[in-house]
Protein backbone atom coordinates (compact mmCIF):
# COMPACT_ATOMS: atom_id res chain seq x y z
CA UNK A 1 0.00 0.00 0.00
CA UNK A 2 1.28 3.50 -0.66
CA UNK A 3 1.26 6.30 1.14
CA UNK A 4 -2.02 9.10 0.43
CA UNK A 5 -1.58 11.99 -0.87
CA UNK A 6 -1.12 15.04 1.84
CA UNK A 7 -4.07 16.90 2.94
CA UNK A 8 -1.52 19.64 2.37
CA UNK A 9 -1.60 18.73 -1.35
CA UNK A 10 -3.80 21.26 -3.47
CA UNK A 11 -5.03 18.41 -5.11
CA UNK A 12 -5.76 15.90 -1.88
CA UNK A 13 -9.18 14.97 -1.16
CA UNK A 14 -8.78 17.47 2.34
CA UNK A 15 -11.63 20.15 2.11
CA UNK A 16 -10.29 23.84 1.51
CA UNK A 17 -11.08 24.45 5.31
CA UNK A 18 -9.15 21.41 6.55
CA UNK A 19 -6.51 22.67 4.24
CA UNK A 20 -6.47 25.68 5.38
CA UNK A 21 -5.99 25.02 8.86
CA UNK A 22 -3.29 22.62 8.56
CA UNK A 23 -1.81 25.36 6.79
CA UNK A 24 -1.90 27.62 9.63
CA UNK A 25 -0.23 24.77 11.58
CA UNK A 26 2.58 24.83 9.07
CA UNK A 27 3.10 28.54 9.31
CA UNK A 28 3.07 28.92 12.90
CA UNK A 29 4.23 26.36 14.72
CA UNK A 30 8.07 26.85 14.19
CA UNK A 31 9.79 28.14 16.83
CA UNK A 32 10.85 31.51 16.75
CA UNK A 33 14.98 31.80 16.89
CA UNK A 34 14.96 33.24 20.60
CA UNK A 35 13.03 30.59 21.95
CA UNK A 36 15.44 27.46 20.69
CA UNK A 37 18.00 29.84 22.21
CA UNK A 38 16.88 30.34 25.26
CA UNK A 39 15.98 26.54 25.62
CA UNK A 40 19.51 26.23 24.66
CA UNK A 41 20.68 28.86 27.30
CA UNK A 42 19.00 26.60 29.76
CA UNK A 43 20.46 23.63 28.95
CA UNK A 44 23.76 25.08 28.71
CA UNK A 45 24.31 24.28 25.17
CA UNK A 46 25.57 26.18 22.63
CA UNK A 47 23.74 25.56 18.97
CA UNK A 48 23.89 29.53 17.28
CA UNK A 49 25.95 29.55 14.23
CA UNK A 50 27.59 32.48 15.10
CA UNK A 51 29.14 30.65 18.71
CA UNK A 52 32.83 30.87 18.17
CA UNK A 53 34.01 27.48 19.02
CA UNK A 54 37.66 26.77 20.00
CA UNK A 55 40.00 25.18 18.40
CA UNK A 56 40.76 21.11 18.91
CA UNK A 57 43.75 21.82 20.45
CA UNK A 58 42.90 24.35 23.32
CA UNK A 59 39.67 22.42 24.21
CA UNK A 60 41.38 20.96 26.71
CA UNK A 61 40.95 23.07 28.76
CA UNK A 62 37.21 25.26 29.83
CA UNK A 63 36.75 28.09 28.01
CA UNK A 64 36.65 31.41 31.04
CA UNK A 65 33.32 31.24 32.53
CA UNK A 66 30.96 34.29 32.58
CA UNK A 67 30.92 35.00 36.59
CA UNK A 68 27.48 33.87 37.58
CA UNK A 69 26.09 37.32 38.13
CA UNK A 70 26.30 38.12 34.58
CA UNK A 71 24.93 35.02 33.53
CA UNK A 72 21.45 35.54 32.36
CA UNK A 73 22.41 39.30 31.03
CA UNK A 74 25.83 38.48 28.90
CA UNK A 75 26.17 37.29 25.50
CA UNK A 76 29.27 35.72 24.42
CA UNK A 77 28.24 35.56 20.77
CA UNK A 78 27.52 39.25 19.72
CA UNK A 79 24.08 38.26 18.40
CA UNK A 80 21.28 40.82 18.34
CA UNK A 81 18.20 38.92 18.78
CA UNK A 82 16.49 40.29 22.19
CA UNK A 83 17.35 40.22 26.00
CA UNK A 84 16.70 36.37 25.81
CA UNK A 85 19.27 34.89 23.84
CA UNK A 86 22.16 37.31 25.75
CA UNK A 87 21.72 33.92 28.08
CA UNK A 88 23.86 31.87 25.76
CA UNK A 89 26.91 33.56 27.59
CA UNK A 90 25.99 29.94 28.99
CA UNK A 91 27.46 28.26 25.80
CA UNK A 92 31.01 29.17 26.50
CA UNK A 93 31.05 26.58 29.55
CA UNK A 94 29.83 24.09 27.86
CA UNK A 95 32.80 23.17 25.48
CA UNK A 96 33.85 19.88 27.81
CA UNK A 97 31.55 18.42 25.63
CA UNK A 98 33.95 18.47 22.96
CA UNK A 99 36.90 17.87 25.29
CA UNK A 100 39.60 15.68 24.01
CA UNK A 101 41.78 15.40 27.04
CA UNK A 102 40.25 13.86 30.16
CA UNK A 103 41.54 13.49 32.98
CA UNK A 104 41.51 8.96 33.99
CA UNK A 105 38.71 8.09 35.80
CA UNK A 106 36.30 11.23 34.43
CA UNK A 107 33.43 9.97 32.86
CA UNK A 108 32.84 10.50 29.39
CA UNK A 109 31.39 13.71 28.44
CA UNK A 110 31.06 12.57 24.16
CA UNK A 111 28.93 10.17 23.15
CA UNK A 112 30.70 7.31 22.44
CA UNK A 113 29.92 3.47 22.10
CA UNK A 114 30.58 2.28 25.53
CA UNK A 115 33.02 -0.10 24.65
CA UNK A 116 35.22 2.30 23.36
CA UNK A 117 34.74 4.56 26.39
CA UNK A 118 37.33 4.73 28.99
CA UNK A 119 37.10 3.75 32.62
CA UNK A 120 34.81 6.22 34.15
CA UNK A 121 32.02 6.05 36.77
CA UNK A 122 29.18 4.83 36.18
CA UNK A 123 26.38 7.30 35.49
CA UNK A 124 24.18 7.74 38.66
CA UNK A 125 20.82 7.74 37.88
CA UNK A 126 19.04 9.76 41.01
CA UNK A 127 16.81 7.30 42.04
CA UNK A 128 18.35 6.60 45.51
CA UNK A 129 18.51 10.50 46.59
CA UNK A 130 20.22 11.34 49.86
CA UNK A 131 18.93 13.80 52.35
CA UNK A 132 17.08 17.05 50.72
CA UNK A 133 19.85 19.55 49.86
CA UNK A 134 17.57 22.00 51.88
CA UNK A 135 19.86 20.64 55.06
CA UNK A 136 22.54 20.26 53.54
CA UNK A 137 22.94 23.71 52.80
CA UNK A 138 21.57 24.21 55.85
CA UNK A 139 24.77 22.87 57.61
CA UNK A 140 27.08 24.87 55.27
CA UNK A 141 30.11 25.61 57.26
CA UNK A 142 29.40 29.40 56.30
CA UNK A 143 26.39 30.69 56.03
CA UNK A 144 26.26 34.62 55.24
CA UNK A 145 22.65 35.87 55.95
CA UNK A 146 20.93 35.93 53.01
CA UNK A 147 20.42 39.63 53.38
CA UNK A 148 23.78 40.23 53.69
CA UNK A 149 25.06 40.68 49.40
CA UNK A 150 22.48 40.49 47.39
CA UNK A 151 23.66 40.04 43.81
CA UNK A 152 20.94 41.73 42.00
CA UNK A 153 17.97 43.65 43.59
CA UNK A 154 15.74 42.24 45.97
CA UNK A 155 12.54 41.19 43.84
CA UNK A 156 9.03 42.40 45.17
CA UNK A 157 7.60 38.72 45.92
CA UNK A 158 8.91 37.00 48.76
CA UNK A 159 9.81 33.41 49.24
CA UNK A 160 6.96 31.27 49.27
CA UNK A 161 6.24 27.79 49.82
CA UNK A 162 3.75 26.15 47.23
CA UNK A 163 2.53 23.26 49.08
CA UNK A 164 -0.46 22.82 45.94
CA UNK A 165 1.76 22.60 43.50
CA UNK A 166 3.17 19.18 41.53
CA UNK A 167 6.61 18.45 41.37
CA UNK A 168 7.47 19.50 37.86
CA UNK A 169 5.11 22.73 38.58
CA UNK A 170 7.34 23.26 41.83
CA UNK A 171 10.29 22.80 39.60
CA UNK A 172 9.23 25.31 36.35
CA UNK A 173 7.89 27.95 39.43
CA UNK A 174 11.85 28.00 40.70
CA UNK A 175 13.11 28.33 37.78
CA UNK A 176 10.57 31.42 36.63
CA UNK A 177 11.63 32.58 40.27
CA UNK A 178 15.39 32.72 39.20
CA UNK A 179 14.61 34.33 35.35
CA UNK A 180 12.63 36.96 37.40
CA UNK A 181 15.44 37.87 39.39
CA UNK A 182 14.29 36.82 42.71
CA UNK A 183 16.81 34.53 43.71
CA UNK A 184 14.91 33.95 47.43
CA UNK A 185 11.95 32.93 46.15
CA UNK A 186 13.77 30.30 43.96
CA UNK A 187 15.98 28.89 46.65
CA UNK A 188 12.97 28.56 48.91
CA UNK A 189 11.26 26.93 46.04
CA UNK A 190 14.03 24.43 45.50
CA UNK A 191 14.17 23.77 49.28
CA UNK A 192 10.27 22.63 49.14
CA UNK A 193 10.94 20.30 45.99
CA UNK A 194 13.95 19.01 47.61
CA UNK A 195 11.75 18.60 50.98
CA UNK A 196 8.87 17.33 49.14
CA UNK A 197 10.38 15.26 45.95
CA UNK A 198 14.03 13.76 47.12
CA UNK A 199 14.31 11.54 44.52
CA UNK A 200 11.83 12.86 41.81
CA UNK A 201 12.23 13.27 38.41
CA UNK A 202 13.23 16.82 38.12
CA UNK A 203 16.06 16.43 40.98
CA UNK A 204 19.22 17.75 38.77
CA UNK A 205 17.33 20.31 37.42
CA UNK A 206 16.22 21.25 40.89
CA UNK A 207 19.84 21.13 42.35
CA UNK A 208 20.88 23.58 39.21
CA UNK A 209 18.36 26.12 40.47
CA UNK A 210 19.08 25.75 44.13
CA UNK A 211 22.74 26.14 43.61
CA UNK A 212 22.56 29.06 41.27
CA UNK A 213 19.90 31.02 43.89
CA UNK A 214 22.80 30.31 46.28
CA UNK A 215 25.84 32.06 44.08
CA UNK A 216 23.25 34.97 43.18
CA UNK A 217 22.14 35.20 46.51
CA UNK A 218 26.27 35.64 47.81
CA UNK A 219 26.11 32.30 49.66
CA UNK A 220 29.06 30.16 47.58
CA UNK A 221 30.55 28.52 49.83
CA UNK A 222 27.30 26.57 50.61
CA UNK A 223 26.71 27.21 46.66
CA UNK A 224 30.09 25.18 46.17
CA UNK A 225 29.46 22.58 48.56
CA UNK A 226 25.89 21.67 46.76
CA UNK A 227 28.35 21.58 43.65
CA UNK A 228 30.22 19.20 44.52
CA UNK A 229 27.27 16.87 45.90
CA UNK A 230 25.89 17.10 42.45
CA UNK A 231 28.72 16.28 40.59
CA UNK A 232 29.28 13.42 42.69
CA UNK A 233 26.05 12.14 42.39
CA UNK A 234 25.27 13.60 39.00
CA UNK A 235 28.84 13.14 37.21
CA UNK A 236 27.36 13.45 33.82
CA UNK A 237 24.49 15.88 33.94
CA UNK A 238 23.63 17.94 31.24
CA UNK A 239 23.66 20.81 33.84
CA UNK A 240 28.21 19.97 34.47
CA UNK A 241 29.35 22.84 32.45
CA UNK A 242 26.75 25.39 33.69
CA UNK A 243 27.38 24.60 37.51
CA UNK A 244 30.56 24.99 37.32
CA UNK A 245 31.00 28.26 35.39
CA UNK A 246 28.32 29.70 38.29
CA UNK A 247 31.27 28.55 41.37
CA UNK A 248 34.04 29.70 39.54
CA UNK B 1 31.52 38.46 12.52
CA UNK B 2 28.40 39.89 14.30
CA UNK B 3 25.25 39.08 12.07
CA UNK B 4 21.81 40.54 12.28
CA UNK B 5 18.66 39.25 14.04
CA UNK B 6 17.14 38.59 10.88
CA UNK B 7 20.08 36.27 9.65
CA UNK B 8 19.38 34.45 12.61
CA UNK B 9 15.79 33.83 12.09
CA UNK B 10 16.29 32.90 8.53
CA UNK B 11 19.09 30.40 9.55
CA UNK B 12 16.90 28.86 12.03
CA UNK B 13 13.83 28.64 9.17
CA UNK B 14 16.21 26.64 6.60
CA UNK B 15 17.24 24.58 9.72
CA UNK B 16 13.62 23.90 10.55
CA UNK B 17 12.34 23.23 7.80
CA UNK B 18 15.15 21.10 6.57
CA UNK B 19 15.45 17.49 8.33
CA UNK B 20 18.93 17.43 9.46
CA UNK B 21 18.54 14.30 10.13
CA UNK B 22 17.16 11.80 7.84
CA UNK B 23 14.30 10.45 9.41
CA UNK B 24 14.65 6.73 8.14
CA UNK B 25 17.41 6.02 8.43
CA UNK B 26 18.90 4.72 11.70
CA UNK B 27 21.70 6.63 13.28
CA UNK B 28 25.00 4.07 14.63
CA UNK B 29 25.43 6.01 17.16
CA UNK B 30 24.22 9.48 18.32
CA UNK B 31 26.02 12.71 17.71
CA UNK B 32 27.16 15.25 20.31
CA UNK B 33 24.12 16.05 22.52
CA UNK B 34 24.97 19.94 21.04
CA UNK B 35 24.32 18.63 17.50
CA UNK B 36 21.26 16.55 18.61
CA UNK B 37 19.76 19.63 19.96
CA UNK B 38 20.34 21.60 17.34
CA UNK B 39 19.22 19.10 14.46
CA UNK B 40 15.90 18.19 16.66
CA UNK B 41 15.26 21.07 18.87
CA UNK B 42 12.48 22.72 15.85
CA UNK B 43 11.01 19.11 15.40
CA UNK B 44 10.42 18.40 19.10
CA UNK B 45 9.39 21.74 19.69
CA UNK B 46 6.42 21.37 16.57
CA UNK B 47 5.94 17.50 17.72
CA UNK B 48 5.01 19.07 21.79
CA UNK B 49 3.18 21.80 19.95
CA UNK B 50 0.92 19.11 17.85
CA UNK B 51 0.64 17.17 20.89
CA UNK B 52 -1.33 19.63 22.68
CA UNK B 53 1.31 21.31 24.82
CA UNK B 54 0.36 25.31 24.90
CA UNK B 55 2.83 27.65 23.69
CA UNK B 56 3.35 29.38 27.18
CA UNK B 57 4.91 25.93 27.69
CA UNK B 58 6.58 24.90 25.17
CA UNK B 59 10.13 25.88 26.51
CA UNK B 60 9.92 24.27 29.37
CA UNK B 61 8.49 21.14 28.02
CA UNK B 62 11.48 21.69 25.23
CA UNK B 63 13.67 21.92 28.05
CA UNK B 64 12.62 18.61 29.33
CA UNK B 65 12.46 16.82 26.61
CA UNK B 66 16.14 17.40 26.16
CA UNK B 67 16.97 16.41 29.79
CA UNK B 68 15.63 13.21 29.35
CA UNK B 69 17.10 12.88 25.94
CA UNK B 70 20.41 13.10 27.73
CA UNK B 71 19.82 11.40 30.77
CA UNK B 72 18.77 8.58 28.50
CA UNK B 73 21.04 8.67 26.05
CA UNK B 74 22.83 5.48 26.70
CA UNK B 75 19.35 3.85 26.01
CA UNK B 76 19.06 4.77 22.14
CA UNK B 77 18.80 1.50 20.01
CA UNK B 78 21.14 2.13 17.44
CA UNK B 79 18.86 0.09 14.82
CA UNK B 80 16.10 2.86 15.23
CA UNK B 81 15.93 6.76 13.41
CA UNK B 82 16.93 9.42 15.65
CA UNK B 83 13.44 11.12 15.65
CA UNK B 84 11.20 7.86 16.16
CA UNK B 85 13.29 8.29 19.65
CA UNK B 86 12.77 11.67 19.84
CA UNK B 87 8.86 11.77 19.69
CA UNK B 88 8.14 8.75 22.04
CA UNK B 89 9.78 11.00 24.24
CA UNK B 90 8.18 13.90 23.27
CA UNK B 91 4.89 12.01 23.22
CA UNK B 92 5.29 10.97 26.83
CA UNK B 93 6.16 14.61 28.39
CA UNK B 94 3.35 16.05 26.48
CA UNK B 95 1.20 13.79 27.76
CA UNK B 96 2.44 14.64 31.45
CA UNK B 97 1.91 18.76 30.22
CA UNK B 98 -1.85 18.09 29.16
CA UNK B 99 -2.51 16.52 31.80
CA UNK B 100 -1.38 18.79 34.21
CA UNK B 101 -2.86 21.55 31.67
CA UNK B 102 -6.34 19.85 32.47
CA UNK B 103 -5.64 20.36 36.09
CA UNK B 104 -4.77 23.80 36.08
CA UNK B 105 -8.02 24.60 33.75
CA UNK B 106 -10.27 22.82 36.71
CA UNK B 107 -8.53 24.26 39.15
CA UNK B 108 -8.93 28.01 38.07
CA UNK B 109 -11.92 27.64 36.07
CA UNK B 110 -10.87 28.88 32.48
CA UNK B 111 -12.60 27.39 29.54
CA UNK B 112 -10.98 25.71 27.18
CA UNK B 113 -11.54 26.96 24.26
CA UNK B 114 -10.67 30.58 25.70
CA UNK B 115 -7.55 28.95 27.17
CA UNK B 116 -6.72 27.49 23.34
CA UNK B 117 -7.35 30.36 21.45
CA UNK B 118 -5.48 33.00 23.80
CA UNK B 119 -2.26 30.63 23.36
CA UNK B 120 -3.07 30.62 19.84
CA UNK B 121 -3.08 34.42 19.32
CA UNK B 122 0.69 34.67 21.19
CA UNK B 123 2.75 33.55 18.14
CA UNK B 124 0.46 33.77 15.28
CA UNK B 125 1.38 36.66 12.73
CA UNK B 126 -2.50 37.57 12.49
CA UNK B 127 -6.02 36.78 13.73
CA UNK B 128 -7.23 34.66 10.86
CA UNK B 129 -4.38 32.33 11.31
CA UNK B 130 -4.97 32.39 14.71
CA UNK B 131 -8.27 31.05 14.55
CA UNK B 132 -7.92 28.29 12.39
CA UNK B 133 -4.76 27.16 14.38
CA UNK B 134 -7.22 27.53 17.76
CA UNK B 135 -9.36 25.67 15.66
CA UNK B 136 -7.09 22.66 14.87
CA UNK B 137 -6.09 22.79 18.29
CA UNK B 138 -9.58 21.91 19.68
CA UNK B 139 -10.12 19.24 16.68
CA UNK B 140 -7.21 17.65 17.01
CA UNK B 141 -7.51 17.13 21.40
CA UNK B 142 -10.97 15.58 20.14
CA UNK B 143 -8.47 12.54 18.86
CA UNK B 144 -7.33 9.74 20.50
CA UNK B 145 -3.49 9.75 21.17
CA UNK B 146 -2.84 7.05 18.36
CA UNK B 147 -4.53 8.74 15.82
CA UNK B 148 -3.80 12.49 16.53
CA UNK B 149 -0.14 11.05 16.49
CA UNK B 150 -0.57 9.49 13.13
CA UNK B 151 -2.32 12.57 11.98
CA UNK B 152 0.13 15.15 12.81
CA UNK B 153 3.46 13.47 11.97
CA UNK B 154 2.46 12.22 8.66
CA UNK B 155 0.11 15.30 7.63
CA UNK B 156 2.26 18.20 9.31
CA UNK B 157 5.78 16.95 9.92
CA UNK B 158 5.15 15.07 6.59
CA UNK B 159 6.82 11.46 7.41
CA UNK B 160 6.50 8.68 5.32
CA UNK B 161 4.29 6.11 6.76
CA UNK B 162 6.71 3.41 7.14
CA UNK B 163 8.71 6.18 9.39
CA UNK B 164 4.83 7.25 11.36
CA UNK B 165 4.36 3.75 11.87
CA UNK B 166 7.95 3.15 13.32
CA UNK B 167 7.57 6.27 15.58
CA UNK B 168 3.91 5.25 16.92
CA UNK B 169 4.98 1.77 17.28
CA UNK B 170 2.71 0.06 15.55
CA UNK B 171 2.11 -2.47 12.28
CA UNK B 172 1.94 0.16 9.06
CA UNK B 173 -1.54 -1.34 8.09
CA UNK B 174 -2.56 0.02 11.52
CA UNK B 175 -1.01 3.56 11.03
CA UNK B 176 -2.72 3.67 7.73
CA UNK B 177 -6.31 2.70 9.59
CA UNK B 178 -5.52 5.35 12.01
CA UNK B 179 -4.72 7.49 9.57
CA UNK B 180 -8.09 6.85 7.46
CA UNK B 181 -10.11 7.43 10.84
CA UNK B 182 -8.57 10.58 12.22
CA UNK B 183 -9.03 12.12 8.70
CA UNK B 184 -12.38 10.95 8.83
CA UNK B 185 -13.18 12.45 12.31
CA UNK B 186 -10.82 15.87 11.09
CA UNK B 187 -13.29 16.41 8.43
CA UNK B 188 -16.40 15.55 10.48
CA UNK B 189 -15.20 18.32 12.83
CA UNK B 190 -14.74 20.68 10.53
CA UNK B 191 -18.22 20.27 8.90
CA UNK B 192 -19.45 20.50 12.30
CA UNK B 193 -17.76 24.03 12.96
CA UNK B 194 -18.82 25.04 9.69
CA UNK B 195 -22.70 24.56 10.39
CA UNK B 196 -22.03 26.03 13.63
CA UNK B 197 -20.92 29.37 11.84
CA UNK B 198 -17.00 28.53 12.58
CA UNK B 199 -14.59 29.11 10.25
CA UNK B 200 -11.27 27.76 10.09
Known sequence: MSDPRRWLDPDSEASPEARSMLAAAKRSDEPPAERIAAVAARLGVPVSPFAARPAPEASGSRPPAAPAAVLAGRHAIGVKVGAVLVSLGLAGTAWYLHAGERSPGEPPTRFEPREASSAGPARVEPHTEPPALATDTADSPVAPAVDAVPARPRATLAPARAPGLGEADLVHAADAALRRDDARAALALARDHAARFPAGAHTEERERILIEALVRLGQRDAARGAAERFFARHPTSIYRARIEALIQ | ?200
Not at chain 2, 5 to 24: F, T
Not at chain 2, 50 to 73: I, M, N, S, Y
Not at chain 2, 137 to 157: G, M, N, P, T
Open chain 2, 1 to 200: MRRSAAALHSWWRVRASAPEVPVDRPASVLPEFSQLYEDNAAFVWRTLRRLGVRPADLEDACQEVFVVVHRKRDTFNATAAVRTWLFGIARRVAADHRRRAHVRRETIGLPHALDLRESAQTFAPSFELARARAMLDEILDELDDAKRAVFILFELEEMAMTEVARAVECPLQTAYSRLAAARKQVEAAVRRRQLQGERP
